[in-house]
């Protein structure tokens, strides 16, 4: 699931060497959070605008999860 997260930001970012994920455990209710970590002027093509490409993110990665009977959210830092 990281590296997927990190192969999807760097395809977006111009930095993509800059580009880190880090993971929580899961909490109490079995929701694993994913940190992701890019350049700071990377942030506005990473959360696009009015944050639809942030949504897509998401919803990708929540779509992988779910084949893997896991919950996930992402959160970008």
Excluded: C, F, W
Excluded at 13 to 41: K, R
Excluded at 46 to 63: D, E, P
Aim: charged share 25%; net charge negative; aromatic share 2%.
């Amino acid at each position: 699931m990281q590296e997927l997260l990190v192969s999807i930001a760097a395809g977006l970012v111009q930095n993509p060497d800059e580009v880190s994920v880090t993971v929580d455990e899961a909490n109490e209710e079995g929701v694993v959070v994913y940190h992701l970590h890019v350049a700071e002027g990377d942030m506005g093509r990473v959360i696009g605008k009015q944050g639809r490409i942030a949504k897509a993110i998401r919803t990708v990665m929540r779509a992988a999860a779910n084949r893997n009977n896991t919950q996930i959210a992402v959160e970008i830092d």
